[in-house]
Structure formats: structure tokens, C-alpha cells
């Protein structure tokens, strides 16, 4: 499963992002869960998920800042994307998209991850 992130950047303080992951491939019986996690030192954190189904989990720190989309697509391309409001200079940091679910063949769970992007704000 290839994991594609986009959407960071630089912003000022108090400012949007979207952020967009795509995971495609035709090796999955499903995915279950798309979620964004951001790294702070050597810490990577859960920001926000969203299960097959929409129910969706937010860290305490982004809850009403931050929306996550469901999941939609077919079963070789799926997206979800995450509306980043009223950005802080404490949300600075890598985010990654991972996506997770089982494998066609054996129906084994599999987690993949995205290279990462970077997303500044500034004070």
C-alpha cells in the first residue's frame, strides 16, 4: 500500500492547512482506519483518525480545530483529508498519514505510512 501525503506548509499563527493522504495499491481485503500522526522529538502521536464507518478520534489538543474527513474511494485509491483551523505554533511538526487494515491474500493486518510533511507554524 503506497502512502501519499500533501497539503503542509508555512503558516502564521491562527491560520488553515489542509492536509490530504491517499493510499493506493491493490493488496488490501480493507482499510479500516486512516489516521494523521505528528512528530515531536522522538515522540510520533496520534492527531486525529477516522474509522471505516466515520466515526472519527481526535487528540485533546486539536478537538474543535481540527476535522477529519471519512474515507472514500474504491479499492485500489483511497483519501482522507484533515482541515487544520486556528493553527498553533505548539502544532508544528511532521505529520504522517497511516492507513490500516488487512491484506487481500490472508487477511493479515497491515499498517503503512506515508513519508511525512512538514507543517511550521509561526508565532
Known amino acids: 500500500v503506497n502512502i501519499v501525503e500533501a497539503g503542509g506548509g508555512l503558516v502564521d499563527n491562527g491560520k488553515s492547512l489542509r492536509l490530504s493522504c491517499s493510499a493506493s495499491?491493490?493488496?488490501?481485503?480493507?482499510?479500516?482506519?486512516m489516521g494523521w500522526y505528528r512528530q515531536g522529538g522522538n515522540r510520533r502521536a496520534i492527531v486525529a483518525e477516522v474509522f471505516n464507518g466515520g466515526t472519527t478520534n481526535y487528540a485533546d489538543s486539536v478537538r474543535g480545530r481540527f476535522t477529519i474527513s471519512s474515507i472514500s474511494g474504491d479499492n485500489v485509491n483511497q483519501t482522507m483529508s484533515l482541515q487544520m483551523d486556528d493553527l498553533k505554533p505548539e502544532d508544528t511538526g511532521v505529520y504522517y498519514c497511516?492507513?490500516?487494515?488487512?491484506?487481500?491474500?490472508?487477511?493479515?493486518?497491515?499498517?503503512?505510512w506515508g513519508e511525512g510533511t512538514q507543517v511550521t507554524v509561526s508565532s
Open positions: 497511516c492507513a490500516a487494515g488487512l491484506t487481500l491474500d490472508d487477511g493479515i493486518e497491515f499498517e503503512s
Open positions: 495499491g491493490s493488496g488490501w481485503r480493507s482499510i479500516n482506519t
